[in-house]
Structure formats: C-alpha cells, structure tokens
C-alpha cells in the first residue's frame, strides 16, 4: 500500500492494467498445461495400450512357430511370465520406419496356456515436446504481449490525464488578483470535463464573492469616512475659535454622527456574522407578538386587525428571536421613512396583507405603507448593500442603505426569503415568508 500511495495516476493504472494481463495469461497458459497434459497422457496410455495388444498378436503368432520372435512397437515393451520373472526388457535390435522399433524376443516354450504378460510403457516424446514449445515460444509470446499492453496503457492513460496537467498547471496560477481565470475545460464529455466545469462554477462564485466583498469593503470604507469628516470638522471648527463656539450644538452634532457611526459598525458586524453562516439559535418565535412589540415601539405604525376586529392568533415560527426582530424592526423603518401616514403589519390570518400559515407550510408576514412604493426594476436592486435608490436624500435621513440587506440575509438564514410588491394602499409592500414551525 505504500508503494502505491508514491505512485502516480498514470503508474498505477499501468501496473493494474499489466498485472490484470499478467495474472490472466498465467491463468490461462496454467490451465492449458494442465488440459494439454492430460489429454497428451491420455493420448499415451491409449497408444501404449494399443501397442501391448499388438505386442500380445505378434508374441502369440510367433509362440505356436517356436522360434525368436521380432516385434516391432513404438515404445519399450517388458515381458514377464506367469511368476513375475522378465523373459526380456525389450530393448531394440533396430530403429525402423517411422517412430516404431524393432525388439527381438526368445523363442516361446510350446505350453499354450502359460500366461504371459506384455507391459509398454507410454510415451513422453510428445509431452516433452508440448512442454518445450510453450516455454520457448507461448511464453515469450505472452511476455511481449504484457509489455505490449504496459506501453499502449502507459500512453492512453498518459493522453487521458493530459488535460488534467493542463487544469493543475492553470490552477496552481490563480491568486486572489486573478479569479477572472478560468481552467481550460476538454471536448471530450466525460469525468475531467465535468471536473473541470465544477472547477470552473466554484471560480465563478469566489469571484463574485470577492468582488462582493471589496465592493462591500470600498461602501462600507465611503459610509465610515463620511460621519468621520463630518464629526473631526465641527470638533477643528469648534477648536480654532473656542470662545464663539456653541459647544451644546456641537456635543449634540457629534453625537448623531457618533450614533450614525455606531450604527453602521453595528450592522457590518451583523452582516459580517451573517455572510460567515453561523447558524442561529432555534428556539419557537411568535411573529404575531413580535408585530404586537414593534408597534408599541413605533408611533405611527398599526397592526392590521382580522375579521373580528382582533388581532390574529400565534404565528409560531422556528429560529432566533433577536434576529427575526431586527428583521422587523428594519422592514419598520423603511417602511416608515416613505409613508405619507401610516406602516401597516399585518398578522391576520386570511387578509391580503397579514401573518398566516398558508397551505404550503410557509408562514407570511407583510409591512405595507402608503409612500411612492417601488419601481419594479428597483425591487432586487434595493436589497444590495448600501443601495439608496433616492440619491438626493440625505444620510442622516436615509439609513446606512444596510436594513433591506440585514433582513434578506437573516430571512435566507432562517430558510425564508423577501420579496417586494405593491401595497393595496399605493405603496409598497414587503413580504416575508418562513418555514412554520409544523415542517421544521
């Protein structure tokens, strides 16, 4: 095994591929030894049985003659009588046509009925001859062809993985500065080329996430530097004439721009938190009741009543109940920086515009005002981070541009999403849906 752990792609594939040929021709030349063989010993036995018949012929021809007999067999033949004694070993006076010789036996005795018994041995020329031929020239046959197959698997393989020295060659040249790069993907629809796709799809997400990033970075260094300037001119202002400087004012100017800079490191923080996806506590949260307190906090914002006049009845929902509240309170303030009158929330349960759980399991909240609503074409937009879609509108009036954002992540993280249409009142309307509690 740790030979193989050193081993290149392309080396062990060579090795599978040469022991896969090698064990299987070892197989095969064992079995056709051991078949060869048998039907070559088979073959043996069959002729010397043959030929001790034929022996057996001659002997008794020769016997009733009573003179030497001369039989002609193509192995050793062994003569015993009756008690075992060997009348003659047979060993041959002359080679004659063919493969066959000559033996020359004693004359018989007259006694026709003495048992005689003639033994020939089998022959071993052609199992010898079997042997030789498979040793001197299958075997190196099937060397040749095992290294055939090592050098063709060498090239395959080598040509196969050639695209993936490309890919490891590109990649390794990627930094941070360049993720515009893409891996080279191969014609051939197989394995590296769906590699090389995922590759390619995971490059495309780090570069949208670093782009994302130094964009949130560059926005988030413009919305810093603003309050900054802001609060280091009025306190120089103050400083070079100290004596005509209404310090009261001054305090209370730099304080808003202490709370607006509060308030934006608070929500990077969130955001930050968010974009590492760290799971929040789950815990049962009744959106009804977090409407209800919302409302308490804020004057001018209701809480749509249901059929009978009441408010509807707990909305159970799993997850954490800090964020679901700053979700809200954030769908609150945009709603009441652009309403003319009032931010309506609905928790009524068959309303339009209302909390309820809906036959598909989700559970829906919506915050509608009666402002100027939103452009269709600026409905995905206002949910980029430090998107202000009225430019003109003051910072200290407009919000960081962070609270949509806030509330998309927080509802993605809770497994929800937000939406953005248009209010029965004329204004917009932003529409939360989550998992209830029933399907987590």
């Not at 064992?30 to 010993?41: E, F, M, T």
């Not at 010789?101 to 041995?121: I, L, M, Q």
């Amino acid at each position: 095994m740790s030979l193989l752990t050193g081993m290149s792609v392309r080396a062990k594939a060579t090795s599978a591929a040469v022991g896969t040929v090698a064990l299987a021709m070892a197989l095969c030349m064992l079995a056709l030894v051991l078949v060869l063989r048998q039907n070559l010993s088979d073959s043996a036995e069959a002729d010397a049985e043959q030929a001790a018949v034929s022996v057996a012929d001659q002997l008794v021809r020769s016997g009733h003659l009573r003179r030497e007999a001369v039989v002609v067999a193509p192995q050793p033949v062994t003569i015993k009588d009756a008690g075992g004694r060997v009348i003659t070993t047979g060993r041959p006076a002359k080679a004659v046509l063919g493969h066959k010789v000559e033996f020359r036996v004693p004359a018989f005795p007259a006694r026709a009925h003495t048992p005689y018994s003639v033994d020939v041995a089998p022959s071993t020329t052609a199992l010898d001859n079997a042997t030789q031929l498979l040793l001197r020239q299958v075997a190196p046959a099937a060397a040749g062809l095992v290294l055939f197959v090592a050098a063709l698997t060498w090239l395959l393989v080598g040509r196969a993985l050639r695209p993936v020295a490309a890919i490891r060659e590109e990649f390794t040249e990627i930094t941070e500065r360049d993720l515009h790069r893409r891996v080279p993907v191969p014609k051939a629809r197989d394995e590296i080329f769906r590699l090389a796709r995922t590759m390619n799809a995971t490059l495309d997400r780090l570069h949208r996430a670093m782009t994302r990033q130094r964009q949130f970075v560059a926005d988030a260094s413009h919305e810093l530097r603003s309050p900054i300037a802001a609060l280091r001119a009025q306190l120089e202002l103050a400083l070079a004439r100290p004596s005509r400087t209404d310090w009261p004012t001054v305090v209370h100017k730099a304080l808003q721009d202490t709370d607006r800079l509060q308030a934006v490191a608070s929500d990077l923080l969130l955001l930050a938190r968010l974009d590492a996806q760290e799971a929040p506590s789950r815990a049962p949260v009744d959106l009804a009741a977090l409407a209800a307190e919302e409302v308490r906090r804020h004057p001018g914002v209701v809480v749509a009543a249901g059929e009978d006049g009441h408010a509807g009845p707990p909305v159970v929902v799993h997850g954490s109940r800090v964020q679901l509240s700053r979700l809200l309170t954030n769908l609150v303030d945009n709603a009441r920086r652009h309403t003319r009158t009032t931010v309506t929330v609905g928790v009524s349960v068959g309303v339009s515009v209302g909390v309820g759980v809906h036959g598909d399991g989700m559970v829906e909240l919506s915050v509608d005002d009666d402002g100027p609503g939103i452009a269709e074409a600026d409905r995905e937009r206002v949910f980029e981070r430090f998107t202000r879609l009225d430019d003109a509108r003051a910072r200290q009036e407009g919000g960081t541009g962070l609270g949509l954002a806030i509330a998309q992540d927080i509802a993605h993280a809770h497994g929800g999403t937000l939406t953005i249409g248009t209010s029965p009142r004329g204004g917009a309307q932003i529409r939360l849906r989550l998992p209830s509690e029933m399907r987590l």
